[in-house]
T-cell receptor, first 110, second 114 residues
Framework: ELKVEQNPLFLSMQEGKNYTIYCNYS?????LYWYRQDPGKSLESLFV?????AVKQEGRLMASLDTKARLSTLHITAAVHDLSATYFC??????????FGTGTSLTVIP | DTGVSQDPRHKITKRGQNVTFRCDPI?????LYWYRQTLGQGPEFLTY????????KSRLLSDRFSAERPKGSFSTLEIQRTEQGDSAMYLC????????????FGAGTRLSVL
């Protein structure tokens, strides 16, 4: 079965703290994606990771990919309120079907 | 606005009625995807077009669902004989055929089946 597991599902963190969201996927994939969704809004692409060991950073967010472990991480550095959202990881198989995780709902509190 | 647009934004219908949604992708994008998202869940893949060809369709997709993309431009998703379980947000996304295949999502159509 093709599936994506994210943890934690809910994350409440204080401003200024660091944390990591984990994404495990069940089969080999050549592409791993991270998206952000604000309440009532659609999804916004954050990162796409194409190879083992890939690391991408944008502002306070950094994503990495370990294809051997079938694991991607999204690291948050010195969280700020504006990062409060739901974060999804997704992978695609060779058939161009995309599989999304259930999301991690992040709340950054003062 | 040059993003992905979906119409209508909201649709309320009675059980058993047919509904049709429209998606206009970003103009230079040849790939188009439909997803369904329910509260607290990630998007669930429904179907995928490259140009006008429907290349992938989820095995979970009921035969009450059909999608078209005539001429490889806009796409429609039709649900026949709607059921309460069809209530969800229906998302459309488009992308170009490049290695990264980053999908750009529309705002979605929220369907409520009464």
């Amino acid at each position: 079965e093709l599936k994506v597991e994210q943890n934690p599902l809910f994350l409440s963190m204080q401003e200024g703290k660091n944390y990591t969201i984990y994404c495990n996927y069940s089969t080999t994939s050549d592409r791993l994606y991270w998206y952000r969704q604000d309440p009532g809004k659609s999804l916004e692409s954050l990162f796409v990771l194409l190879s083992n060991g890939a690391v991408k950073q944008e502002g306070r967010l950094m994503a990495s990919l370990d294809t051997k472990a079938r694991l991607s991480t999204l690291h948050i550095t010195a969280a700020v309120h504006d990062l409060s959202a739901t974060y999804f990881c997704a992978f695609s198989n060779t058939g161009n079907q995309f599989y999304f995780g259930t999301g991690t709902s992040l709340t950054v509190i003062p | 606005d040059t993003g992905v647009s979906q119409d209508p934004r909201h649709k309320i219908t009675k059980r058993g009625q047919n509904v049709t949604f429209r998606c206009d992708p970003i103009s230079e994008h040849n790939r188009l995807y439909w997803y369904r998202q329910t509260l607290g869940q990630g998007p669930e893949f429904l179907t995928y077009f490259q140009n006008e060809a429907q290349l992938e369709k989820s095995r979970l997709l009921s035969d009450r669902f059909s999608a078209e993309r005539p001429k490889g431009s806009f796409s429609t998703l039709e649900i026949q004989r709607t059921e309460q379980g069809d209530s969800a947000m229906y998302l459309c996304a488009s992308s170009r055929t490049v290695s990264e295949d980053i999908q750009y999502f529309g705002a979605g159509t929220r369907l409520s089946v009464l």
